[in-house]
């Protein structure tokens, strides 16, 4: 029972770093654990958490897909942290595998209800305050969080307008991402609380799903071949904030444009000009007004002629000759009793005959 133990405990490790999660967070200075899926669940009471439920470690990859905005059937986390605005918050992953290069992208969403526990993270209206993806040396910056011990920082706007928002962090994964719904995407979401004085709303903002499409150029691509030189990080541009009238809906909706490939120009197919066929014109007869004349002799209707039929002669033919039956021989019998019978008649004859 006990090397039982061992072995799933050991099968969960595995499971554990086979991709990566959030395990902590430092917000405005104070550290709070992220949602650990493969060890909350079997704590009594189990641990409340700022961060949204997750059902493991692995990716979302349906973009379309309502998992997009906080993980496969995220639930809300119990408590909020409190954050002033221009303050930083750093997110501390699990070891991430250096073969799942990509960017990260950064949301906030201000959460209207006033709860963030209540919303729904589908409805909410999102814009991006952080990305980054492939650096100038050639590097992508999930290198760069791998060397600083699996961490990235980011920046709460100072100008933002406080009240309770919904953080989504993520990290992109694009060593499969030359096939569709081959990119791995891992969201996270946490409830805040931003105090300050600011009086800003962003200008332009996404919906989850609806930011990202599967065939964007930043999400369906080939990241060994050619290297790239360049990427475009998926979603909006970052934020700019506008001054705000206090109803928190100044903003637009920012689309996607889904990325169309340039059609190879092809030489135009020239379509001959049909035939022009004279004008028939019609011109009264002067002998007559009821038969017109055609100037067309193409047009004109030409009479039609019936020719007569030339005779040929009846070939004779020659009287079929009846052939004539031959005559019927009648052969003598050769019976030797009716010659002796003949021949006593005969005799007779001739003595009666005398």
């Not at 009471?45 to 700022?50: F, L």
């Not at 100072?158 to 995407?185: C, D, N, T, W």
């Not at 038969?291 to 002629?305: H, M, R, Y």
Request: proline content about 13%; hydrophobic content about 30%.
């Amino acid at each position: 029972m006990k090397a039982s133990v061992i072995l799933t405990a050991a099968g969960f490790a595995g499971l554990a770093t086979a991709h990566g999660i959030v395990q902590e967070m430092i917000i405005d200075g104070k550290s709070y654990g992220g949602y650990q899926p493969y060890s909350d669940i079997y704590q009594n009471p189990q641990p409340q958490r700022i961060g949204w439920s997750i059902p493991s470690n692995g990716p979302v990859v349906d973009v379309t897909s309502k998992s997009i905005a906080c993980s496969v059937d995220s639930q809300p986390g119990a408590l909020s942290a409190p954050a002033t605005a221009g303050s930083k918050v750093k997110f501390f992953w699990t070891e991430w595998p250096e073969s799942h290069r990509g960017p990260t992208m950064t949301y906030l969403a201000s959460c209207t209800s006033g709860d963030c526990r209540k919303e729904d993270p589908c409805t909410l209206d999102w814009f991006k305050i952080d990305h980054a993806g492939l650096n100038a040396d050639g590097t992508w910056v999930s290198d760069t969080i791998i060397k600083n011990n699996n961490t990235w920082t980011v920046t709460i706007p100072k100008e933002l307008k406080p009240g309770p928002y919904l953080m989504r962090h993520e990290l992109l994964a694009l060593h499969s991402s030359s096939q569709v719904s081959g990119a791995q995407f891992y969201p996270m979401c946490v409830n805040l609380e931003i105090k300050g004085t600011g009086t800003s709303v962003p200008d332009k903002t996404v919906k989850f799903p609806g930011a990202y499409k599967p065939d964007n150029e930043g999400i369906l691509m080939n990241i060994y071949w050619p290297v790239p030189t360049s990427y475009e990080i998926p979603g909006p541009p970052l934020v700019k904030l506008i001054s705000g009238n206090g109803s928190g809906d100044d903003g637009e909706t920012y689309t996607e444009s889904t990325v169309t490939p340039t059609p190879t120009p092809s030489a135009p197919v020239v379509t001959p000009p049909p035939a022009q066929t004279p004008p028939i014109v019609e011109t009264p007869d002067a002998t007559s007004t009821d038969s017109p004349v055609f100037e067309s002799p193409i047009e004109a209707p030409q009479p039609t002629v019936t020719p007569t039929p030339t005779p040929y002669p009846t070939p004779i033919q020659a009287p079929v000759a009846t052939p004539t039956p031959a005559p019927v021989v009648k052969k003598p019998h050769s019976c030797p009793r009716r010659q002796v019978k003949r021949a006593i008649r005969e005799e007779l004859k001739m003595r009666n005959s005398t």
